[in-house]
T-cell receptor
Framework: GAVVSQHPSRVICKSGTSVKIECRSL??????MFWYRQFPKQSLMLMAT?????????EQGVEKDKFLINHASLTLSTLTVTSAHPEDSSFYIC?????????????FGPGTRLTVT | GQQVMQIPQYQHVQEGEDFTTYCNSS?????IQWYKQRPGGHPVFLIQ?????EVKKQKRLTFQFGEAKKNSSLHITATQTTDVGTYFC?????????FGAGTILRVKS
C-alpha cells in the first residue's frame, strides 16, 4: 500500500523557536496533502489542505502565519510551526491522497509529537 | 450546520465479546469512512461506504450505512486484544475529510 513518512517523529523545542515537520509520500505522487492536529484522547482536527504548487487552504481558526505550509512537490509537504509556544504542543499528523488505491483514501503519516517547553 | 455524533466515547469489553460504535448525522452524508488508530499510532483506513443500506464485511468487522445515509456503524464480533485502539468515522466535506470524536476500545484478556 501507499506509504507516507513524517520527520521528525518527536521534537522538543524551546518557546519562541520554530519547528519544521516534513511529510513525504514515498511511493506515490500526492496531489493533495492534509495536516491534522490531535490532542490526547481527542479526534483529529484538520488544520489545512495543501495542493502541490498552490497556497494551502486553512481551516477556520488556524493562523496561517503561525502554521506555514509549503507543498513544493508532489511528494513533499512541510509544516512549520513558527514562534512555538507551550500551547502548540500536540501530535501533528499529515495525510496524503493520490496513491494507487482509491482516490478517496487518505494515507496517514506516523505523526510528529511536538513538545514546546 | 452538519453535526455528527460518534458513540460511545469509550468501551471496555472482555475478550470474545462483541463491540459496536455508531456515528449519527443530523444530515444526509454522501459517504462515510472508518479508520482505526492504535495507541501511539496513526489512523489507518478501513473502509468507505457510499450506498444507502450498504453492508460490508472484513473478517470479524461489519460496517453498515443506514438507509437514510445518516447513520453508520462498525461492529466487531468476538473481540481480540489486537482490536484495541480508537475507531473513527469520517465523512467527506468537499475536498476534505471530517473526523468523528472516536470510540476508544479496550479489550480485557
Amino acid at each position: 500500500g501507499a506509504v507516507v513518512s513524517q520527520h521528525p517523529s518527536r521534537v522538543i523545542c524551546k518557546s519562541g523557536t520554530s519547528v519544521k515537520i516534513e511529510c513525504r509520500s514515498l511511493d506515490f505522487q500526492a496531489t493533495t496533502m492534509f495536516w491534522y492536529r490531535q490532542f490526547p484522547k481527542q479526534s483529529l482536527m484538520l488544520m489545512a489542505t495543501s495542493n502541490e504548487g498552490s497556497k494551502a487552504t486553512y481551516e477556520q481558526g488556524v493562523e496561517k502565519d503561525k502554521f506555514l505550509i509549503n507543498h513544493a512537490s508532489l511528494t513533499l509537504s512541510t509544516l512549520t510551526v513558527t514562534s512555538a509556544h507551550p500551547e502548540d504542543s500536540s501530535f501533528y499528523i499529515c495525510s496524503a491522497r493520490g496513491g494507487g488505491g482509491h482516490s478517496y483514501e487518505q494515507y496517514f503519516g506516523p505523526g510528529t509529537r511536538l513538545t514546546v517547553t | 450546520g452538519q453535526q455528527v455524533m460518534q458513540i460511545p466515547q469509550y468501551q471496555h469489553v472482555q475478550e470474545g465479546e462483541d463491540f459496536t460504535t455508531y456515528c449519527n448525522s443530523s444530515t444526509t452524508l454522501s459517504n462515510i469512512q472508518w479508520y482505526k488508530q492504535r495507541p501511539g499510532g496513526h489512523p489507518v483506513f478501513l473502509i468507505q461506504l457510499v450506498k444507502s443500506g450498504e453492508v460490508k464485511k472484513q473478517k470479524r468487522l461489519t460496517f453498515q450505512f443506514g438507509e437514510a445515509k445518516k447513520n453508520s456503524s462498525l461492529h466487531i464480533t468476538a473481540t481480540q486484544t489486537t482490536d484495541v485502539g480508537t475507531y473513527f468515522c469520517a465523512w467527506g466535506d468537499g475536498n476534505k475529510l471530517v473526523f468523528g470524536a472516536g470510540t476508544i476500545l479496550r479489550v480485557k484478556s
